[in-house]
């Protein structure tokens, strides 16, 4: 069955560093998605992109985060001074274009830990 | 700081009892939900979706309900077992033409063997 890939699975960081999150999204997909869950909340979506664009972010999605598509697999989220409260469990997604929840796929997440 | 997690609501089943789990979603104009379960540090997995021009999707062992006019969802899991439990998460998309999703707060579904 294909999955999305996302590495690494836990990242520990200082204050006002750069990190940067990688995910291979499924290889026919066109969509893809980047959302959050910090610890015993719920998901929360930042950014979609389609077409090497960004189709869609959240009030979260500032200038402190970007994303990019470096090549015709991988898909990364970069968050450039990271703060305490970027601490959480980031999940990439991809879906195809006839869009349907059984093709919207998640990763299994990058547990982020910001010190 | 410290973040405070949302307490999640909890349902406790005995194993091969029925579950129903519901959720409440935002806005009346979102036209396709999907139902995902969420295992301990792992992402959300595909169950079940439903499109509004619907009231009941059943797939196996599970069943949507769709209730436009309170804005109600709920799943119902058929002959519960300890590998159901999880945190359930209702997911809707607003139907804004983008395909991000809106995640409810879940429920903590445990089975008891």
């Known amino acids: 069955e294909p999955e999305v890939t996302q590495t690494p699975s836990h990242q520990v960081t200082q204050m006002g560093q750069e990190v940067i999150l990688r995910c291979v999204p499924i290889s026919n997909h066109l969509y893809f998605y980047w959302y959050r869950q910090i610890l015993g909340q719920k998901v929360e979506f930042l950014v979609s992109f389609y077409n090497n664009e960004i189709s869609e972010k959240s009030e979260i999605f500032d200038d402190q985060f970007s994303v990019e598509r470096p090549d015709g697999s991988n898909f990364t989220l970069k968050i450039r001074s990271t703060k305490l409260e970027d601490s959480a469990m980031y999940f990439c997604?991809?879906?195809?274009?006839?869009?349907?929840?059984?093709?919207?796929?998640f990763g299994s997440g990058t547990r982020l830990t910001v010190v | 700081g410290e973040s405070v997690g949302l307490h999640l609501p909890t349902l406790s089943v005995q194993e091969g009892d029925n579950s129903i789990i519901n959720c409440a979603y935002s806005n009346s104009a979102s036209d396709y939900f999907i139902w995902y379960k969420q295992e301990s540090g792992k992402g959300p997995q595909f169950i079940i979706d439903?499109?509004?021009?619907?009231d009941k999707r059943q797939g196996q062992r599970v069943t949507v309900l769709l209730n436009k006019t309170v804005k109600h969802l709920s799943l119902q899991i058929a002959a519960t077992q300890p590998g159901d439990s999880a945190v359930y998460f209702c997911a809707e998309n607003p139907s804004t033409g983008a395909n991000n999703l809106f995640f409810g707060t879940g429920t903590r579904l445990t089975v008891i063997p």
């Open positions: 997604a991809s879906s195809d274009y006839s869009y349907s929840g059984y093709g919207y796929t």
């Open positions: 439903i499109r509004s021009n619907m």
